[in-house]
């Protein structure tokens, strides 16, 4: 469960290292949009610290119940950055690309990670 002020992992190459939950359209759970600060980044990189930004929540700490009545749980709260577009800004992502992803047609997410469940 993402709240206003949680302060999220950023999982991709686009130098973002921290983001903090600004407007979640409501107590956001796996697979939706939120919009936040950066809060960290890493040096030389696309984005820069202070920018408002879109991003895609991948990994949750909280048990998600799919509709076939299995659950996922992660260890971390992580996210992808987008631009408005719903593209990812970064051309590698680390980390899972979940079934919920794919329901709320995030394809490309789906395609530039490793992993997919």
Known sequence: M??????IKILDNSGGKVIQIINPYKISVLGEKVQGT???VKKRKRVTAGTLCAAVLTQTKQKFLRLD???IKFDINSCV???NKSVPIA???TGFGTYELKINKFNKIILSTRYNF
């Open 91 to 93: 051309s590698k992502i």
């Open 81 to 83: 950055l987008i631009n």
């Open 2 to 7: 993402i709240i206003k002020g949680s302060k």
């Open 69 to 71: 009545n299995s659950s």
């Open 38 to 40: 950066i809060k960290k």
